[in-house]
């Protein structure tokens, strides 16, 4: 029996949701097309002449994102370059606005500059890395973001990954 109590005790710990816990949504980055620039249809081609494993974007799981936590994390494996060897150096994580509006001033702009982020370094060691990002001010409360999303750049500042869907082949 005495061994009995702390065993429900932690059972029970476990089957509660944590209010202080963080739980993240995840998506998979696919790899950025080119675009086709005529009519009809063009043959497959990426921006980008690196590949990846997966890049698996978190974002929180919560109606409104919460303070002291990270706005998103992003988890990057098996980066590599043209050759296939794995990267070691600097991508570059872009945060896209989308359409913002702050109570009491209004919308922005689409492209106005007081909307947009500064790209984020992210540092790969053997084609391996991850970058938990924050914005430096808290938007104001009441403050929606339509739209909006990331993209990573390669080395070379070519366009690796981005939002989307994948199917299997």
């Not at 005790?9 to 944590?18: C, D």
């Not at 929180?60 to 370059?81: C, E, M, Q």
């Amino acid at each position: 029996m005495r061994r009995l109590l702390p065993c429900l005790v932690m059972v029970a710990a476990l089957a509660i949701p944590h209010p202080a816990a963080a739980r993240y949504s995840r998506v998979y980055l696919v790899p950025a097309l080119k675009q086709c620039p005529t009519a009809a249809t063009c043959a497959r081609e990426f921006e980008s002449s690196f590949t990846f494993d997966s890049i698996v974007l978190q974002t929180p799981a919560t109606r409104y994102p919460p303070t002291g936590k990270p706005s998103l994390v992003l988890d990057l494996h098996g980066v590599r370059d043209a050759a296939g060897t794995p990267v070691s150096g600097t991508l570059m994580l872009k945060v896209l606005a989308g359409r913002v509006s702050i109570p009491g001033i209004g919308t922005f702009p689409d492209d106005s500059s007081l909307t947009q982020q500064p790209p984020i370094p992210i540092q790969l060691k053997d084609g391996a890395g991850k970058v938990k990002y924050e914005p430096s001010l808290k938007p104001p409360n009441g403050t929606i973001v339509n739209g909006g999303g990331v993209e990573v750049f390669d080395p070379d500042g070519k366009l690796l990954a981005v939002t989307g869907s994948q199917y299997k082949p």
